[in-house]
């Protein structure tokens, strides 16, 4: 769903929906019809952000595969993070590294194996450990960075 384009396939057929997560159009047509249809018609940014959120979730139900018994992406990402440094999880700064990690991971990042190495490169500091992991991150992976919406603004933040 979200990997990259397959050769012989124009980008195109990639629609990109909340926080750089891309889409294939064909797999939108094929398993979300009336929420792509809806999604291109929309009248305003938020009630295109409100739709693509919602054909976000279905896909990550349809397409991804669970990490033990933890959900997709954010237990699994706070199970790693936990390994690393317990401290990651208890800022407000957790929320854009979580954030960035279902980027990094959208585009093929090996969240689980880069993200410790990244975490035992240097110590990670006493205030806003999170926050210089967040930078080590976007370092090692661009992916990773938010991209602004359709209309040029800022990217939609992560649900709390």
Request: proline content about 11%; overall charge negative.
């Amino acid at each position: 769903m979200n990997d990259a384009p397959r050769a012989g396939r124009s980008d195109s057929d990639w629609v990109t929906m909340l926080g750089g997560v891309r889409v294939s159009r064909q797999w939108m047509t094929r398993h979300t019809p009336e929420l792509l249809a809806a999604w291109l018609d929309a009248a305003t940014a938020a009630r295109r952000r409100s739709i693509a959120a919602e054909i976000v979730r279905i896909a990550a139900e349809i397409e991804s595969e669970p990490v033990g018994d933890a959900e997709p992406w954010g237990s699994a990402w706070e199970s790693v993070a936990e390994r690393i440094d317990p401290r990651l999880l208890l800022g407000p700064d957790w929320w854009p590294l979580s954030a960035a990690l279902t980027r990094a991971a959208a585009a093929g990042y090996d969240v689980s194996a880069r993200l410790p190495a990244l975490g035992a490169a240097a110590p990670l500091p006493n205030r806003h450990p999170a926050r210089e992991l967040h930078w080590r991150l976007l370092d090692d992976c661009p992916a990773a960075l938010p991209v602004p919406d359709a209309d040029g603004g800022p990217a939609t933040p992560p649900p709390r």
